[in-house]
C-alpha cells in the first residue's frame, strides 16, 4: 500500500523559475495538506483541502498556489521561486475532518538557487 | 503569532527513565491534540492524540496529559527506547476548522 506519495524528491530551482509538486493518496481520504519544513521552525501549514474541490490557505500561503485535481491528487505550485522558499515540503492526508490524523508523504527537498 | 509552542529544542533522557515532552497553546478553540514522531529524511508519523474531553490518554509506553485551563499538554514516553530519539511534534486542531497547526518540534535524544 503506497500511502502518499509526492514527486520529486529532490529538486534544484532558479530564482524565478516555476515548478508544482504533485502528490497523490491511495488511501480515500478526504483531506489534503501541504507543509513546508525548515530548521527551527517546525511544520507550517501552507494550504489545505478540506475536500475535493475545496483549498484554504494556512499559515504561509504567500507564493504558492495549489490544486486538487481529484480526491487523490493535491498539487502545490511555486510561480516565481524564491531562495525564501527553499524548504522540504511535505504532503499529507487525513481520513476524517478535523481530527488530526495525518498521514505523511517522504517529502520534497527543493533548493532555491 | 504562534498558536503551538515548544519550548524546549532538545531533551537528553537516559535509556530506561522517563521522557517528558511539553507543549502549550494559546487557541481556546483548540479541542484536538496531537503527537508525531518525525525521523531524519522520513515524513511525521501519528504517536498518540487525546480529546479536550479528556485529561489523559495512554498507548503502551506514551502517555499524553492534558490540562485545559493551563493550556499545556505533555508527552510521557516510559520506559525510553533508544529507538525513541527522534524529534516529536505537538499539534492541535480546532472542530470547525480543518487547519492542524504544529509546534516547531523537540528533538529527543536516548543516551545508552
Known amino acids: 500500500n503506497a500511502g502518499v506519495t509526492q514527486t520529486p524528491k529532490f529538486q534544484v530551482l532558479k530564482t524565478g523559475q516555476s515548478m508544482t509538486l504533485q502528490c497523490a493518496q491511495d488511501m480515500n481520504h478526504n483531506s489534503m495538506y501541504w507543509y513546508r519544513q525548515d530548521p527551527g521552525m517546525g511544520l507550517r501549514l501552507i494550504y489545505y483541502s478540506a475536500s475535493e474541490g475545496t483549498t484554504d490557505k494556512g499559515e504561509v500561503p504567500n507564493g504558492y498556489n495549489v490544486s486538487r485535481l481529484n480526491k487523490r491528487e493535491f498539487s502545490l505550485r511555486l510561480e516565481s521561486a524564491a531562495p525564501s522558499q527553499t524548504s522540504v515540503y511535505f504532503c499529507?492526508?487525513?481520513?476524517?475532518?478535523?481530527?488530526?490524523?495525518?498521514?505523511f508523504g517522504e517529502g520534497s527537498r527543493l533548493t532555491v538557487l | 503569532d504562534q498558536q503551538v509552542k515548544q519550548n524546549s529544542p532538545s531533551l537528553s533522557v537516559q535509556e530506561g527513565r522517563i521522557s517528558i515532552l511539553n507543549c502549550d497553546y494559546t487557541n481556546s478553540m483548540f479541542d484536538y491534540f496531537l503527537w508525531y514522531k518525525k525521523y531524519p529524511a522520513e515524513g511525521p508519523t501519528f504517536l498518540i492524540s487525546?480529546?479536550?474531553?479528556?485529561d489523559k490518554n495512554e498507548d503502551g509506553r506514551f502517555t499524553v496529559f492534558l490540562n485545559k485551563s493551563a493550556k499545556h499538554l505533555s508527552l510521557h514516553i516510559v520506559p525510553s527506547q533508544p529507538g525513541d530519539s527522534a524529534v516529536y511534534f505537538c499539534a492541535a486542531s480546532a472542530n470547525r476548522d480543518d487547519k492542524i497547526i504544529f509546534g516547531k518540534g523537540t528533538r529527543l535524544h536516548i543516551l545508552p
Open positions: 499529507a492526508s487525513s481520513p476524517t475532518r478535523a481530527t488530526g490524523e495525518l498521514f
Open positions: 487525546i480529546s479536550s474531553i479528556k
